[in-house]
């Protein structure tokens, strides 16, 4: 298995980089907010990678962290979720408040991610709900309740201003960890995602 790849960014694109090294371009997809922290091209990155192996295919998946990583494999132990369909979930979210979604049984917000239905996130629920580590009822190391519901009532107000849920997902997954808890500084925060405030 290809664990991690360490070589020299030569393109970003929309859900795929390319990284050069030994002289080989790889292609390798990723979420969204990885993409957008790559860095500039021409510089030296390194992604922890998942190789997905099918009879017609071999794809490459990178990632920021080895947690997001395993987050991802986990995803693709549910039955009905594919690696593009587990890449739209972590791109929608960091993947501690993927988690904490699940683990809360928060179907409606699972429901918003592009490529999830109803029954895909009652699914994830069922299947999943058990399989992470907790303290305090928090999914470790968690998002708390708070701000899950905070980040809720901003993913609604951002589609309400004409964006996308998976726009909204991916501004509300560039949140800094030490955002404040008020919703006005969220939103005032997910906006700069857009080039906004």
């Known amino acids: 298995m290809i664990a991690s790849i360490r070589g020299t960014l030569l393109f970003v694109g929309l859900d795929h980089a390319v990284i050069e090294t030994g002289g080989v371009g790889f292609q390798i997809a990723a979420p969204r907010n990885v993409l957008?922290?790559?860095?500039?091209?021409?510089?030296?990155?390194?992604?922890?990678?998942?190789?997905?192996?099918?009879?017609?295919?071999?794809?490459?998946?990178?990632?920021?962290?080895?947690?997001?990583?395993?987050?991802?494999?986990?995803?693709?132990?549910?039955?009905?979720?594919?690696?593009?369909?587990?890449?739209?979930?972590?791109?929608?979210?960091?993947?501690?408040?993927?988690?904490?979604?699940?683990?809360?049984?928060?179907?409606?917000?699972l429901s918003r991610v592009p490529g999830i239905g109803k029954k895909t996130a009652e699914r994830l629920v069922l299947e999943l709900r058990g399989k992470f580590d907790f303290k305090g009822g928090i999914p470790t190391p968690g998002v708390t309740p708070a701000a899950l519901a905070a980040n809720n009532e901003l993913a609604e107000m951002l589609v309400s201003l004409g964006f996308s849920a998976s726009e909204a997902q991916a501004a509300i997954a560039s949140l800094p960890a030490d955002a404040p808890p008020a919703i006005e500084e969220r939103l005032r925060l997910a906006l700069r995602y857009f080039g906004g405030a």
């Open 36 to 109: 957008a922290n790559l860095g500039d091209i021409g510089s030296e990155v390194m992604l922890y990678t998942h190789l997905h192996i099918r009879e017609d295919l071999l794809a490459l998946y990178g990632f920021a962290s080895t947690d997001q990583r395993h987050l991802f494999e986990t995803l693709l132990g549910v039955s009905g979720i594919g690696p593009k369909v587990a890449l739209s979930l972590l791109s929608s979210s960091p993947a501690d408040e993927l988690r904490t979604t699940i683990a809360t049984g928060d179907t409606a917000r």
